[in-house]
């Protein structure tokens, strides 16, 4: 093999290739981690970890696929679910959508094809959230069907293997990087080799400080022999990160709180919420009191800040300041809201949760511990605000 520019197919003769599908095959014989989904060869546990996997990385997503499949076992199952019950056991994962379109899928299966999986790639292109690469996966791990399936990690091996300059996310590497794996995928064990080169990148390959001395390519890679490995693949220009200013409040009433329901097109559409909003360079806390008065018709009084969390979603990062709160007199004739409702602390869990929210649960858990580790304190702990009287 020789060093290659963006736009330049790889070509490789057939005794290189099978050099190189036996050497990873037998590696993945020996290395490959025991993961719940790869106990079996069925489409729906398959289906449900690749959809998981994507963005996220294998350690978090096994306690969600093993909970999930627990609620979910089967395509039939998942199809029938409550959507707030789905959303439950997606929570922390982030990236809804991709739970809402995997019961539409199901749905459809369960409907229009007696909860049998399409057999061929154009057919499963055509499922609500099924991608080239989610398709080609599936296809070919549970039907041993010849299709290359290359995700990030995938990618920064072949660009590694290869020497391949240039944008991985653009067009002309895309192909070069879809004709080179083609290439390189045996005719028996599609499933495995796809498998055997994601473990590879996730667990050799990585992205910083790659383990070529482990590796069953390294006799074979030209960004190795190059000194190019930790350069490639090279990066496009990213999304500039945005800073979010944020704030919520924990409104108790006679021992509850309200949480409220994100509603419309909103990003973490059902999720739920504490009442709160973005607000720029004003004054955080005043603007926090006049939106819960506009949207929720509820006049509240402030306390200090309970928590400040800190996370990101997309390339937003944000910075959230959590206030206790109370309820100023008069009280409405009714504090029934739409969209929202009032629940006990041992309630949060029922409702499918913003990340940020469950990070405010677990303060409020780890605060009432505290309170009742201290009883006799009768004030404010050591970085805990001092409880509001109603
Ligand atoms: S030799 Fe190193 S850089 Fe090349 S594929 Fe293996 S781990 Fe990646």
């Not at 020996?30 to 690749?50: A, C, G, K, N, T």
């Not at 922390?92 to 995997?102: D, E, Q």
């Not at 649960?361 to 409880?387: C, D, H, N, W």
Request: with cysteine; proline share 8%; aromatic share 8%.
């Amino acid at each position: 093999m020789s060093k290659l520019a963006a736009t330049q197919a790889v070509h490789l003769p057939p005794a290189e290739i099978r050099r190189l599908q036996t050497g990873l095959l037998a590696w993945y014989q020996q290395q490959q981690r025991q993961l719940p989904w790869r106990e079996s060869r069925d489409f729906y546990p398959v289906w449900v970890s690749e959809v998981m996997l994507q963005q996220t990385q294998v350690q978090t997503v096994v306690p969600y696929f093993l909970r999930f499949m627990k609620a979910f076992p089967t395509l039939e199952d998942l199809a029938g679910a409550d959507p707030q019950d789905l959303l439950r056991n997606w929570a922390g994962l982030g990236y809804y959508s991709r739970a809402r379109n995997l019961q539409k899928a199901a749905r459809i299966l369960v409907r229009e094809r007696g909860g049998q999986f399409p057999g061929s790639y154009r057919e499963a292109l055509r499922l609500p959230g099924i991608g080239r690469y989610t398709a080609a996966a599936i296809l070919s791990i549970a039907f041993d069907q010849p299709l290359a399936a290359l995700d990030g990690n995938v990618v920064r091996v072949l660009s590694r293997l290869f020497c391949l300059r240039g944008d991985p996310a653009k067009s002309p590497l895309q192909k070069v990087l879809a004709d080179a794996g083609q290439q390189l995928l045996p005719a028996r064990r599609p499933g495995d080799f796809n498998q055997a080169l994601m473990e590879l990148g996730a667990t050799v390959c990585l992205p910083r400080n790659p383990r070529c001395l482990l590796c069953p390519w390294s006799s074979h890679c030209e960004a190795l022999k190059s000194g190019m490995q930790e350069r490639l693949p090279e990066k496009g220009k990213r999304s500039e990160m945005i800073l979010s200013r944020q704030a919520a409040a924990v409104i108790r009433h006679r021992g509850r709180f309200l949480i409220r329901r994100r509603s419309g097109s909103r990003l973490l559409r059902d999720l739920w919420e504490f009442p709160g909003g973005e607000f720029g360079r004003s004054d955080i806390a005043d603007s926090l009191v006049r939106q819960i008065q506009g949207e929720l018709d509820l006049k509240v009084r402030l306390g200090p800040p309970l928590t400040t969390i800190k996370h990101a979603v997309t390339n937003r990062r944000i910075t959230l300041t959590v206030y206790e709160a109370r309820l100023k007199p008069p009280l409405p004739p009714t504090l029934s809201i739409p969209g929202a409702r009032w629940i006990w602390l041992s309630q949060a869990g029922r409702y499918p949760l913003t990340a940020a929210a469950s990070r405010v649960i677990q303060a409020l858990t780890a605060e009432k511990s505290q309170r009742r580790v201290q009883p006799q304190s009768g004030g404010s702990q050591v970085g805990l605000p001092v409880p509001l009287k109603s």
